[in-house]
């Protein structure tokens, strides 16, 4: 039991990291590359109101969250309790910014 419970965290921490990996990549506008090739153009000026970007890094946000919860809820220390809560943290600040 005690090294499933192990398995079950490093499985819930690799879903973590992934969430937290597809956050940082797919965050930010996705027409920036606009202004690159073309200066005049402004990454800002291009509307793209389909929004699918921000539906799938809420589910993202919300499956790493969760995954820490229940890491949290099985751990026997405190202080796992409290990195758990500052992995969610980690996250929620990654989707704002």
Not at 49 to 61: D, E, H, K, P
Not at 67 to 94: C, D, F, H, Y
Request: net charge neutral; proline share 2%; aromatic share 8%.
């Amino acid at each position: 039991m005690k090294d499933m419970n192990k398995y079950l965290r490093i499985g819930l921490h690799a879903i973590y990291a992934f969430g937290l990996l597809l956050i940082l990549i797919f965050s930010g506008n996705k027409l920036d590359w606009m202004a690159d090739f073309d200066p005049s153009i402004s990454s800002g000026a291009i509307e793209d109101g389909a929004g699918n970007r921000t539906v799938f890094l809420c589910v993202v946000l919300a499956v790493a969250i969760l995954a820490q919860l229940i890491v949290a809820i099985t751990a026997n220390k405190p202080t796992e309790r409290l990195i758990s809560g500052l992995l969610v943290l980690v996250a929620i600040l990654a989707f704002v910014v």
